[in-house]
Nanobody, 121 residues
Framework: QVQLVGSGGGLVQPGGSLRLSCAASGSIFSINAMGWYRQAPGKQRELVATITYGGNTNYAESVKGRFTISRDNAKNTVNLQMNSLKPEDTAVYYC???????????????WGQGTQVTVSS
């Protein structure tokens, strides 16, 4: 079984910063892409940023230049540094990872439990 545990959310004022972290554990052979998604009340879940095993990144237009995704392959962790936060960044943030549990298995997408980020004065 594979678990993803996210942390680091909270309440921050507009213009502030937060750092989210997510750690994958369990029966892991390899992890390909990892990423962060978010879901605001009444809206669909949307991509925030993704990163491949080799470090290639992709960002939603709304967060480019403000958010930075990174990962530590040795520790199976992915982080999201969020700067210049805006009220519209308020959402539950979910990490995810494409995991192979054996060398011959297909990749399975796993999700973290979600962490709340609230940007408000």
């Amino acid at each position: 079984q594979v678990q993803l545990v996210g942390s680091g959310g909270g309440l921050v004022q507009p213009g502030g910063s937060l750092r989210l972290s997510c750690a994958a554990s369990g029966s892991i052979f390899s992890i390909n892409a990892m990423g962060w998604y978010r879901q605001a009340p009444g809206k669909q879940r949307e991509l925030v940023a993704t990163i491949t095993y080799g470090g290639n990144t992709n960002y939603a237009e709304s967060v480019k230049g403000r958010f930075t995704i990174s990962r530590d392959n040795a520790k199976n962790t992915v982080n999201l540094q969020m700067n210049s936060l805006k009220p519209e960044d308020t959402a539950v943030y979910y990490c995810n990872a494409y995991v192979k549990v054996t060398s011959w298995s297909a990749e399975t997408r796993y999700w973290g439990q979600g962490t709340q980020v609230t940007v408000s004065s």
